[in-house]
């Protein structure tokens, strides 16, 4: 437990005192964000902020992770047992990923401010470096021992087993989550704080179930237990994010001071699947992440409205862009939302404990 607390604190106070480093690092290099210009006219005010603070964000995760490897009780009272914890596959494919990720909205945002344009990376580019990420996530996955089963799970593997033909399958599955999960975030990534803290909601959701997979392992996996001997890496990695988040957030939030960019948001969205996959509970980012599911379902709905009908459903989608022109102030549009991503949380978290308790809990 105490290496789960310590992840989250050491990335919280990161990134809660680089932040302000990175703002004026930014502003100096004239590093700001370019507001689309069929947004809503009161985004133009944003003209200029600082953006690509996901790189904060990814720096304080990465410490966070690393340095709650090491045993304070060893430095302090030094026994045979090493100082340093070593990191297992399961939490350095993770924390691989969300780099990566990272790394690819890194460009589509350095393309942003260098081309002095709201557009960076097409769609079709974006979408082909998501499929390399996804490809290299299950062949590590598969490669190594980690606890990510090749099969589709909801809150543990469900039995249907994708693993044949080269793993063809199980590379689109991943792909499949992965573009979900990180368009999903970057879609919500409107307004300000919106994304980061619902973000860091989804995080302490997988700081629980990573812990409680932790407290009832079982190989044999009998009752409702669980055979996820690398949970505590992965709770490490969540919580790592969860504190980043949270700090990134103290700036981000409206009005905002920095914007995470492409940068944070495909980072965290990478987060969210890799999490998804090595605690075996796929489908069930489909209801934790419920707010990032609502944005992409809007913008969905408003394409095929307008290609087949001529008439847009929504002011403007994302949804969130529709309720500000609707004359709701952004900031009581982000709690709301908030409000939104906190039920579909704890009604996933039901869900969880809920078949722990049908299988017969420990037992």
Same mark, same amino acid.
């Given at each position: 437990m105490i290496n789960i607390l310590l992840a989250a604190t050491i990335s919280l106070f990161l990134v809660l005192l680089g932040t302000p480093l990175?703002?004026? @690092? /930014? +502003?100096?290099?004239? /590093?700001?964000?370019?507001?689309?210009e069929d947004g809503p006219e009161a985004h133009f005010a944003k003209q200029g902020t600082p953006t690509m603070g996901g790189l904060v964000i990814i720096g304080g995760a990465i410490a966070g992770y690393l340095l709650?490897?090491?045993?304070?009780? !060893?430095? @302090? *009272?030094?026994? *045979? +047992?090493p100082i340093f914890l070593m990191p297992n596959s399961s939490g350095l494919i993770s924390i691989a990923t969300i780099c990566a990720m990272a790394s690819l909205g890194f460009v589509d945002d350095f393309l942003k401010v260098s081309k002095r344009r709201s557009l960076g990376l097409n769609k079709s580019a974006k979408l082909l470096g998501q499929l390399?990420? *996804?490809?290299? @996530?299950?062949?590590?996955?598969?490669l190594f021992d980690t606890q990510a089963e090749t099969q589709i799970s909801f809150v543990r593997p469900l039995g249907i087993s994708l693993d044949f033909d080269l793993n063809v399958l199980f590379v689109a599955w991943v792909f499949l989550i992965f573009a979900s999960a990180s368009n999903g #975030?970057? /879609?919500?990534?409107g307004l300000d704080g919106l994304a980061c803290g619902s973000g860091a909601m989804v995080m302490g959701a997988y700081v629980v179930i990573a812990f409680w997979q932790v407290r009832h392992l079982c190989p044999a996996v009998t009752g409702g237990c669980y055979d996820a001997p690398h949970s505590l890496d992965i709770a490490m990695v969540a919580a790592s994010m969860l504190g980043a988040a949270a700090g990134f957030l103290w700036w981000n939030a409206a009005p905002a001071k920095i914007f995470m960019g492409d940068t944070g948001s495909l980072a965290i969205g990478g987060a969210m699947a890799s999490l998804a996959m090595m605690t075996n509970t796929q489908l069930l980012l489909i209801v934790l992440g419920g707010l990032y599911v609502v944005e992409v379902t809007s913008v969905v709905m408003q394409v095929v409205s307008f290609r /087949?009908?001529? +008439? +847009?459903?929504?002011?403007?989608?994302?949804?969130?862009?529709?309720?500000?022109?609707?004359?709701?102030? !952004?900031?009581?549009?982000? #709690?709301?939302?908030?409000?939104l991503s906190a039920l579909s949380i704890a009604f996933a978290l039901g869900l969880f404990y809920y078949d722990f308790i049908r299988l017969g809990g420990a037992d």
């Open positions: 990175a703002i004026r @690092f /930014l +502003r100096q290099r004239n /590093l700001g964000q370019y507001i689309r709650a490897h090491i045993r304070p009780q !060893e430095i @302090f *009272a030094p026994s *045979a +047992r390399a990420i *996804a490809i290299g @996530f299950a062949w590590a996955a598969t #975030v970057n /879609l919500a990534d /087949l009908f001529k +008439r +847009r459903m929504f002011l403007m989608a994302p949804i969130h862009h529709h309720f500000e022109l609707r004359g709701w102030p !952004e900031f009581t549009v982000i #709690v709301r939302f908030w409000i």
